[in-house]
């Protein structure tokens, strides 16, 4: 297996614009995350799936923030508008039930917003 | 709310030593406890992941040991080497879904 998979692996931007992060988890994985980590506050949980289907979103800092998942095989991050203080590297992780809840993740997409 | 705790947040040894790794969390009632490694740059690995029910696991030269009741978990190193240079990260959850609580991690460098 390929792996979760993400891209961009690395985005600067300006601020305002609009960024849209992308994940593939792995196949037969029925639960995908996405986590936030910065030096100051490590690894955060913004929000995650199960079959496709928000469950907790309870960390998602903002409006700006949102977060989908259209099917089994691709989610996406979008933050709009963008701001300095969201630079950070996003994760994106994958799970299955079956297999204990072990977290399997990504590279990371690491955001730059000047 | 969980909080996880790792102690301490960086560590150098030379090559060949022994060494221990500390996790601390809050809330007992935990489902598993997992230990990721983290190199500059890269995503996460998952090392070890331990149930609730089990107090120990090992891999290779890695053992990991779960004591719930005090909130306690331990990674231990065997004779390191330069290779073994990075951020280690222990995480919780409180269901099989996946869902982690992350302490601030350990970096440890390994001189040869």
């Known amino acids: 297996d390929a792996g979760v998979i993400q891209s961009p692996r690395h985005e600067v931007t300006e601020m305002g614009q609009e960024v849209t992060l992308r994940c593939k988890p792995i196949?037969?994985?029925?639960?995908l995350f996405w986590y936030r980590q910065t030096m100051m506050r490590g690894l955060e949980l913004l929000i995650y799936?199960?079959?496709?289907?928000?469950?907790?979103d309870s960390g998602m800092p903002e409006d700006r923030f949102s977060a989908k998942m259209p099917n089994a095989s691709f989610s996406t991050l979008k933050i709009q508008p963008s701001e300095p203080r969201d630079s950070a590297v996003y994760f994106c992780a994958s799970s299955r039930r079956e297999n204990t809840g072990e977290l399997f993740f990504g590279e990371g997409s690491r955001l730059t917003v000047l | 709310k969980q909080e996880v705790t790792q102690i301490p947040a960086a560590l150098s040894v030379p090559e060949g030593e022994n060494l221990v790794l500390n996790c601390s969390f809050t809330?007992?009632?935990?489902?598993?406890l997992q230990w990721f490694r983290q190199d500059p740059g890269k995503g996460l690995t998952s090392l070890l992941l331990?149930?609730?029910?089990?107090r120990e696991q090992t891999s290779g030269r890695l053992n990991a040991s779960l004591d719930k009741s005090s909130g306690r978990s331990t990674l231990y190193i065997a004779a390191s080497q330069p290779g073994d240079s990075a951020t280690y990260l222990c995480a919780v959850s409180s269901s099989n879904t996946g869902k982690l609580i992350f302490g601030q991690g350990t970096t440890l460098q390994v001189k040869p």
């Open positions: 331990i149930q609730s029910s089990q």
């Open positions: 799936f199960n079959n496709n289907v928000p469950i907790d």
């Open positions: 196949s037969g994985h029925d639960y």
């Open positions: 809330d007992s009632a935990i489902y598993n």
